[in-house]
């Protein structure tokens, strides 16, 4: 819908809505984005690889660490709760995106045969739950001291 529109609002008096839609189909088709994905899913599994870490260090935060509790004032304080310790760089959270991403992409560079290039192909779900249990892990060493 969104490319139709754009379509049609290049030239609104000679496209209109459908013949916005019919140029975006045939654009779309002579692209080929089948052919497209072939070329791209490698790369995609490597940013997934950064991606599931940081999503399981956000949700760690948000529902294990705070328990769904925010101080929305804080959020905008320079020395309030969330500035970790007036640096604002939550290490915590450096470390397990580094554990994370490490352990999703070492299979990255594992030799065909070996194991953990099988596990690289889920690498998404490896690093969301290494980021999420050690960032759990620091975080609650922080909290009770």
């Known amino acids: 819908i969104a ?3 754009a379509f049609a609002n290049l030239a609104p008096r000679k496209i209109s809505f459908a013949m916005g839609g019919t140029i975006t189909g045939i654009i779309g088709i ?3 984005p089948w052919l497209l994905l072939n070329h791209i899913a490698s790369i995609l ?3 997934s690889g950064f991606l ?3 999503l399981g260090i956000m949700l760690a935060d ?3 660490v705070r328990k769904t509790q925010l101080n929305l004032d804080g959020l905008y304080q320079e020395s309030g709760p969330y500035a970790c310790g007036g640096s604002g ?3 915590a959270a450096l470390a397990a995106l580094g554990v994370g991403v490490a352990l ?3 299979g990255y560079f594992a030799p065909e045969a070996s194991a953990l290039k099988r596990l690289y192909s889920a690498n998404w779900f490896i690093g969301f739950a290494a980021s999420y249990g050690v960032y759990v892990m620091l975080m609650r060493e ?3 001291s």
């Open 3 to 5: 490319p139709a529109n």
């Open 30 to 32: 002579l692209i080929m």
């Open 45 to 47: 599994i490597l940013v």
């Open 52 to 54: 599931g870490p940081i």
């Open 62 to 64: 948000y529902y294990t």
């Open 89 to 91: 760089i939550n290490y």
């Open 104 to 106: 999703a992409l070492v």
């Open 142 to 144: 922080r909290v009770s």
